[in-house]
């Protein structure tokens, strides 16, 4: 009979049990979007794929950026949590679950949507029987199946002692089957110490061995791309360009999930501010490396200008795919902005009246304003270039100058409410990198060689199915932690044996090197030293 | 064993599209509405398009030059590489084929292609009537095997074959009298029909075939030599 504490109990345990109005509602909306895209895919499934935008020569279209960025979006887990393991990073105990769970659930989503994207799905299995090894296709299918099972094996590994606790400690009047299910999840889990052993022994394992295989999924899934020899594709840098976007908007997914739990199931004393500052330290290197590709790989095609590639790095510069391409830079930017001037503000500017979030609103709003009146006429012309033919030197300066105001005046704020800046700088990060996925596959797709310049507009089938696939991801994932809890009982307890252990710890401290009274010590008295 | 090799010159090429109605009759390629034909839906194995990037002199006094474009038949096609299961694979004798029974429409040969000869079925193929009573009877058809002319079933991938049926009933026919197969008794639809006579067919790997002798030819030139491809379909330059 495993024990546990009654207030880990109270806010871990119960809510498992109970499901209130919000669930069932959520539940709902869910199921009815989902419902929608089965009807979109039937029909596709009947009537053949040309119920899609896709046309020639746009042969891949928002499928395959979906699949692309649902595949990214799995590497915050497992990825994220192996290296925190094998660093022995402490604070990542509570979000190590979350984290997984979304490679998980972001895998299957991904796979489907590859799915989606065959005229023929009937003959998904040729795959096995037929498989050509050297089809980078395959080294997908190879590469995403191992990750898939070295995942939910790294899932399942650190359920069993917290299945074991719910075996144990399930509440009375809980439906028969959570029993057995707990029961046959938990293994015959008692606890005693060579279990423990042996759990500890396979995670490290599994922590190494997950890292190089995660690696390998998006770096294949690029090599997807740039084994071909189309414009824009055929590139060195996709690979560590893919992996790194891929742990980029994988983090922005784990902190929107785990904020999600947190304020569901009110994990605040679990999930504190600690994890958000310190995987925000994660996610602004992530941001660096991201622009430092994003730039290189521009560049690159800028200065060589050959006659294939140039045309489609002009249709994401100033042609029609300026738009998809500079909201991406813009945002990624103010996602940067979101990250890194807080860290920079003055703890004074707090204490100040002008810098609130009031006065900032009102500038960003006349700036955005501005812009809106620079960007009208753009429209009608041809091309859509920024920086030339503009009407007013006014505008821009006015643009500018609040814009300045508004983001400088935001940032107290933002230092003060570290949760809310990662929820934000996340959500630009998502839609950042979706259409990330979206600047590289179509307009390569629709710039080829020898065939006339085409055009791609997803439909309404393609919308549905990218509607479905994102509910469905949001249904495992909170059915999910309806039978599992959301975090790791075990480790956080784990954990604050060692926190406890190392406050009771008398560190000493270093012998000053200066003459004895008048300076003060080099450290502070009171804090712990780690 | 041939190596098929296809010569264009496109000095005589009158841009009459025969060769891509020859090749829609030969090979039963669906017909398309023009609503969908605008939305890039329509299938031609042999287009005949206006070069890219090569309109010469000022307006009014301008040219356009036209491109006739059957498969390039390569010798190293980025197609049968990233095939998955492969469904589309060279033979022997340096065709590129595809197989309709095993095609399972991931479009990955499409994408691949730099010459844009692949089509894709987005629908299930319709044939108005009279053309329905018109199709082509040939097919290759086997265990898990399905080519040529054959009606394809929507959502997979089909191309030029060279008319890869015509070689087959060649073959069938030498067997059938008793005698040796020789090279020029095929060649395919559009080499047949077309009306500038700008097309030639045949043995690559006989020294003395027309082709070998036009394939040596100053004027010869591939599409995209740059990316490596190596085609077996060989232009002769116009104006030179």
Excluded at chain 1, 100 to 127: H, K, M, N
Aim: proline share 7%; net charge neutral; charged share 20%.
């Amino acid at each position: 009979m495993l024990r546990i504490s009654k207030h880990d109990r109270e806010i871990l345990l119960d809510p498992l049990f109970h499901a209130g109005r919000k669930f069932y509602l959520m539940i709902s909306v869910l199921i009815l979007i989902m419902l929608w895209g089965l009807i979109m895919y039937v029909r596709q499934f009947v009537l053949g794929l040309g119920t899609t935008g896709m046309e020639r020569p746009a042969y891949w279209g928002m499928y395959m950026v979906n699949f692309i960025f649902f595949i990214g979006i799995s590497h915050a887990g497992t990825l994220i949590s192996a290296i925190l393991r094998v660093s022995n990073a402490e604070w990542r105990r509570p979000i190590t679950r979350i984290a997984e769970a979304i490679t998980a659930f972001a895998l299957i989503v991904g796979t489907l949507q590859i799915i989606f994207d065959l005229g023929r799905p009937d003959r998904i299995l040729y795959l096995f029987r037929f498989g050509r090894l050297q089809s980078p296709l395959l080294w997908d299918a190879v590469s995403v199946t191992a990750y898939f099972l070295g995942s939910l094996t790294y899932l399942y590994l650190p359920i069993i002692p917290d299945a074991a606790l719910l075996r144990d400690n399930i509440p009375e009047g809980a439906p028969a089957w959570r029993q057995r299910l707990y029961k046959l999840m938990a293994l015959g889990w008692r606890g005693n110490r060579t279990q423990w052993l042996r759990l500890e022994k396979m995670i490290a394992v599994m922590a190494v061995l997950i890292i190089p295989v995660a690696v390998s999924v998006h770096t294949v899934i690029s090599w997807i791309l740039a084994t071909t020899v189309q414009p824009g594709w055929h590139s060195t840098v996709f690979g560590p360009y893919f992996v790194v976007g891929a742990i980029f908007s994988g983090i922005g997914a784990l902190f929107i999930a785990m904020t999600a739990a947190r304020r569901s199931f009110h994990l605040e004393e679990y999930i504190t501010e600690r994890q958000y500052r310190n995987l925000g330290y994660i996610f602004i290197t992530m941001a660096a490396i991201w622009f430092y590709f994003t730039y290189a790989e521009h560049m690159t095609q800028a200065a060589g200008q050959l006659t294939a590639e140039f045309p489609v790095l002009a249709s994401k510069l100033w042609g029609e795919f300026s738009f998809t391409f500079w909201t991406m830079v813009v945002i990624m930017i103010m996602a940067f902005i979101v990250l890194v001037f807080p860290l920079l503000t003055p703890d004074s500017w707090q204490r100040s009246r002008v810098f609130r979030p009031r006065f900032a609103l009102a500038n960003g709003v006349v700036s955005v304003l501005a812009i809106l009146a620079l960007l009208v006429p753009q429209t009608q012309g041809v091309t859509a270039d920024l920086l030339s033919g503009l009407p007013s030197p006014t505008l821009r300066i006015v643009a500018g100058v609040f814009g300045t105001v508004a983001i400088l005046s935001i940032l107290p704020w933002l230092k003060s409410h570290i949760i809310d800046a990662m929820i934000i700088a996340s959500g630009f990060v998502l839609v950042g990198m979706w259409l990330e996925r979206w600047n590289i596959v179509v307009p390569t797709m629709t710039h080829p060689r020898l065939m006339p310049v085409g055009l791609y507009t997803p439909s309404l089938t393609e919308w549905s199915l990218f509607a479905a696939s994102t509910a469905l991801f949001i249904f495992l994932f909170v059915l999910f932690f309806k039978l599992i809890p959301a975090v790791s009982v075990w480790e956080v307890r784990e954990g604050r044996v060692i926190d406890e252990t190392r406050d009771s710890a008398q560190m000493p401290l270093p012998e000053s090197s200066r003459p004895p009274g008048g300076l003060q010590p080099a450290f502070g008295d009171n804090e712990p030293t780690y | 064993m041939p190596k098929w090799s296809m010569v264009i010159d496109l000095e005589k090429c009158v841009a009459c599209q025969a060769c891509s109605i020859a090749c829609r009759f030969e090979n039963n390629t669906p017909v398309v509405s023009p609503e969908l034909a605008w939305e890039g839906r329509e299938m031609r194995w042999n287009d005949v398009f206006p070069a890219p990037h090569e309109e010469s002199g000022d307006y009014p006094n301008t040219k356009t030059h036209y491109l006739t474009r059957p498969c390039m038949h390569c010798e190293n096609p980025p197609c049968i590489k990233v095939c998955p299961v492969q469904a589309t694979f060279i033979d022997e004798e340096g065709l590129v084929r595809q197989n309709y029974a095993r095609c399972i429409g991931c479009r990955y040969c499409t994408v691949a292609c730099p010459y844009g000869v692949r089509y894709f079925n987005w629908f299930a193929p319709e044939f108005e009537s009279p053309l329905e009573q018109h199709l082509n009877p040939d097919k290759i058809e086997g265990r898990g095997d399905l080519e040529g002319p054959a009606v394809r079933p929507k959502g997979v991938v089909e191309k030029c074959t060279y008319c890869v049926h015509r070689l087959r009933k060649a073959h069938a026919r030498a067997e059938a009298e008793g005698r040796d197969f020789r090279p020029d008794e095929y060649m395919p639809a559009c080499v047949q029909t077309c009306t500038g006579k700008a097309r030639f067919f045949g043995d690559m790997n006989d020294p003395d075939s027309t082709v070998s002798r036009l394939a040596e030819s100053d004027r010869a030139f591939r599409l995209l030599e740059e990316v490596g491809t190596h085609p077996k379909t060989i232009y002769l330059q116009e104006g030179k």
